[in-house]
């Protein structure tokens, strides 16, 4: 390959990792995380407030000069704060249920209660023909799966102590 | 005669009659016009047995967007696979996924965690009616694994996939600084790795690079290529074996995974890729076909700019969970250089320099986050290897 051909090559590579790259910009959309969250009229977790739904859509302004964990948003023509962690450039897809690509909407997929199935035949089997270590290995993944279960009513009260969110 | 000489020397290490026979009484020249003509027998038997499975597997090779055409055809078929989600069904993801789980998991010292009950029948009877009812006790260990749940999980609360049952666990691997995570939404961190952090927003910076590959379907995109290339070398295999065919040369590989060239053609056709549903999915089979998944993953790993992009859903997944983006720098800066050497891990600089350029932009996550110590309760970092 000619030396310049190659440059261009390279050129083209970082110029797609580049592209790759590209974040959220002020002016952008931004969904709402959680239950229960609030958008401020100021830049602090207290006083008036709007209740906000989760997945509802805002424009992201950035965040405040005064508290850059509180971020100003626009909701509905109404100017407000809400604190990052409340925030989600992503909104929930939907899942893969068929081989031909169908899908169904992320909501009706977390009602299914298909999500919450717990490690599968197929991975018995593997573990089994792999001898005790992958048993035992398997084993712990199962108590992981019932643990992972349980703690999930422990992350409001984690993000609130560790200082990440939560009201005042 | 040299030719000729060497020609008879590849057909009797191939033992064919024919060419013995001649060569055997002395007609060399009709040893070698044999041997050529056997080479050519063999040769069919191989592309018969090739076209075949071929058409066996195309649904599997259509599912990754692997398709015959001009460039722009084949750009289509990638982009209408990806939407697809590479024909891997939720089903199917969480079944190879623990498979897979388990493989990466049982390296080193295996799971870090203290488990009660290590009977896997009593544990399945358990979590099949209710995964709740199998529980961690109190221990050092355990309150690690019960931190690392909760800051994965609510990382994961901000990405595209929320509503997925994640399972976040330990591996017992000091030497080894790594991450992995397979379909269905299983993260494992070594403690190598876990050894290297100093606070809780570079535990979730890692834990957010592995959840973007899951939202992104990147493990999904490798195993559904890895499964379509499988196909096609068992179900060759079954055919040569079918046509009498298992010694031709340049058909060993195929004809020593031709056992389960049956069960990857129905594999190939039907259910949706359920391997719990199917009746000829048992022990060995999932030994060979996880296996084969795995060494895949170790071999290719992912592409550059899955790579970038997981690290630029990282960063964002990092804000949405309230913390500061500058924690994944410091982070990517304590990696061993020769992730980049040997994988296909971009460089630790590149990585930096990247996540620098949303920084400069101002992007969602560049400033306002927060890098808390680990708690109380969780002893850091988790106690070496006995």
Same mark, same amino acid.
Request: charged share 25%; proline share 3%; aromatic share 6%.
């Given at each position: 390959?000619?030396?310049?051909?190659?440059?261009?090559?390279?050129?083209?590579?970082?110029?797609?990792?580049?592209?790759?790259?590209?974040?959220? +910009?002020? =002016?952008? $959309?931004?969904?709402? &995380?959680?239950?229960?969250?609030?958008? @401020?009229?100021? #830049?602090? +977790?207290? =006083?008036? $407030?709007?209740?906000? &739904?989760?997945?509802?859509?805002?424009? @992201?302004?950035? #965040?405040?000069?005064?508290?850059?964990?509180?971020?100003e948003v626009m909701f509905k023509n109404k100017k407000g704060f809400v604190q990052m962690a409340n925030l989600t450039p992503n909104k929930p897809a939907d899942e893969v249920t068929s081989s031909d690509g169908k899908t169904t909407s992320a909501q009706a997929f977390a009602s299914s209660g298909a999500a919450t199935k717990a490690m599968s035949e197929s991975g018995i089997k593997?573990?089994?023909?792999?001898?005790?270590?992958?048993?035992?290995?398997?084993?712990?993944?199962?108590?992981?799966?019932?643990?992972?279960?349980?703690?999930?009513?422990?992350?409001?009260?984690?993000?609130?102590?560790?200082?990440?969110?939560?009201?005042? | 005669m040299k030719r000729v000489i060497v020609i008879?020397?590849?057909?009797?290490v191939l033992v064919n009659c024919a060419s013995l026979r001649a060569a055997s009484s002395g007609n060399l020249a009709g040893a070698a016009q044999a041997a050529a003509a056997e080479a050519e027998a063999a040769a069919r038997k191989l592309k018969e047995a090739k076209d075949k499975a071929d058409a066996d597997c195309k649904p599997l090779n259509t599912r990754i967007g692997s398709i015959d055409g001009d460039d722009a055809a084949k750009a289509k078929a990638l982009e209408e696979a990806k939407a697809k989600g590479y024909g891997v069904s939720w089903t199917e993801e969480r079944a190879i996924g623990g498979a897979i789980a388990v493989g990466y998991a049982k390296t080193g010292k295996g799971l870090f965690v203290d488990i009660s009950e290590k009977k896997l029948e009593e544990l399945q009877k358990k979590a099949a009616k209710d995964r709740k009812a199998v529980k961690l006790s109190a221990s050092e260990k355990?309150?690690?694994?019960?931190?690392?749940?909760?800051?994965?999980?609510?990382?994961?609360?901000?990405?595209?996939?929320?509503?997925?049952?994640?399972?976040?666990?330990?591996?017992?691997?000091?030497?080894?600084?790594?991450?992995?995570?397979?379909?269905?939404?299983?993260?494992?961190?070594?403690?190598?790795?876990?050894?290297?952090?100093?606070?809780?927003?570079?535990?979730?910076?890692?834990?957010?690079h592995e959840i973007a590959h899951v939202q992104q379907r990147h493990s999904i995109k490798s195993y559904a290529g890895a499964k379509a290339t499988s196909c096609n070398i068992a179900v060759t295999g079954y055919y040569l074996v079918e046509a009498g065919a298992s010694n031709i040369p340049g058909g060993e590989e195929f004809v020593k995974n031709a056992k389960f060239g049956k069960t990857m053609k129905a594999f190939a056709k039907d259910n949706d890729g359920d391997l719990d549903k199917n009746p000829d999915v048992d022990v060995d089979f999932m030994r060979w076909f996880t296996n084969r998944i795995i060494d895949f993953q170790n071999l290719t790993g992912n592409a550059k700019e899955d790579e970038y992009d997981a690290d630029r859903i990282g960063f964002e997944l990092m804000a949405a969970g309230g913390y500061d983006t500058k924690e994944f720098d410091k982070i990517i800066d304590k990696l061993p250089s020769s992730w980049a050497l040997f994988s296909h891990h971009p460089s630790n600089g590149d990585r930096i320099e990247?996540?620098?350029?949303?920084?400069?932009?101002?992007?969602?996550?560049?400033?306002?986050?927060?890098?808390?110590?680990?708690?109380?309760?969780?002893?850091?970092?988790?106690?070496?290897?006995?």
């Amino acid at each position: 390959m000619k030396r310049e051909a190659r440059w261009a090559l390279i050129a083209l590579a970082v110029v797609c990792a580049a592209s790759a790259m590209a974040g959220v +910009a002020k =002016g952008g $959309k931004l969904y709402i &995380k959680g239950t229960g969250v609030s958008m @401020w009229d100021k #830049p602090e +977790a207290s =006083g008036k $407030k709007t209740a906000l &739904k989760n997945g509802d859509e805002v424009t @992201w302004n950035g #965040p405040s000069e005064k508290d850059k964990s509180m971020h100003e948003v626009m909701f509905k023509n109404k100017k407000g704060f809400v604190q990052m962690a409340n925030l989600t450039p992503n909104k929930p897809a939907d899942e893969v249920t068929s081989s031909d690509g169908k899908t169904t909407s992320a909501q009706a997929f977390a009602s299914s209660g298909a999500a919450t199935k717990a490690m599968s035949e197929s991975g018995i089997k593997y573990a089994k023909g792999e001898g005790p270590s992958a048993e035992e290995t398997a084993a712990g993944l199962i108590h992981l799966e019932g643990s992972s279960e349980e703690q999930k009513k422990n992350i409001a009260d984690h993000v609130k102590k560790a200082g990440l969110g939560g009201e005042k | 005669m040299k030719r000729v000489i060497v020609i008879l020397s590849v057909s009797l290490v191939l033992v064919n009659c024919a060419s013995l026979r001649a060569a055997s009484s002395g007609n060399l020249a009709g040893a070698a016009q044999a041997a050529a003509a056997e080479a050519e027998a063999a040769a069919r038997k191989l592309k018969e047995a090739k076209d075949k499975a071929d058409a066996d597997c195309k649904p599997l090779n259509t599912r990754i967007g692997s398709i015959d055409g001009d460039d722009a055809a084949k750009a289509k078929a990638l982009e209408e696979a990806k939407a697809k989600g590479y024909g891997v069904s939720w089903t199917e993801e969480r079944a190879i996924g623990g498979a897979i789980a388990v493989g990466y998991a049982k390296t080193g010292k295996g799971l870090f965690v203290d488990i009660s009950e290590k009977k896997l029948e009593e544990l399945q009877k358990k979590a099949a009616k209710d995964r709740k009812a199998v529980k961690l006790s109190a221990s050092e260990k355990n309150d690690l694994n019960m931190f690392i749940q909760v800051v994965g999980d609510h990382v994961a609360l901000g990405s595209t996939r929320p509503g997925i049952s994640w399972t976040f666990s330990v591996i017992d691997n000091d030497d080894t600084v790594n991450a992995y995570s397979t379909p269905g939404g299983y993260i494992l961190i070594t403690t190598g790795l876990l050894r290297l952090m100093e606070n809780e927003a570079q535990l979730a910076a890692v834990l957010a690079h592995e959840i973007a590959h899951v939202q992104q379907r990147h493990s999904i995109k490798s195993y559904a290529g890895a499964k379509a290339t499988s196909c096609n070398i068992a179900v060759t295999g079954y055919y040569l074996v079918e046509a009498g065919a298992s010694n031709i040369p340049g058909g060993e590989e195929f004809v020593k995974n031709a056992k389960f060239g049956k069960t990857m053609k129905a594999f190939a056709k039907d259910n949706d890729g359920d391997l719990d549903k199917n009746p000829d999915v048992d022990v060995d089979f999932m030994r060979w076909f996880t296996n084969r998944i795995i060494d895949f993953q170790n071999l290719t790993g992912n592409a550059k700019e899955d790579e970038y992009d997981a690290d630029r859903i990282g960063f964002e997944l990092m804000a949405a969970g309230g913390y500061d983006t500058k924690e994944f720098d410091k982070i990517i800066d304590k990696l061993p250089s020769s992730w980049a050497l040997f994988s296909h891990h971009p460089s630790n600089g590149d990585r930096i320099e990247a996540l620098g350029k949303l920084r400069t932009e101002g992007a969602f996550g560049a400033d306002g986050g927060k890098a808390p110590a680990f708690p109380a309760n969780v002893k850091w970092p988790p106690k070496p290897a006995s």
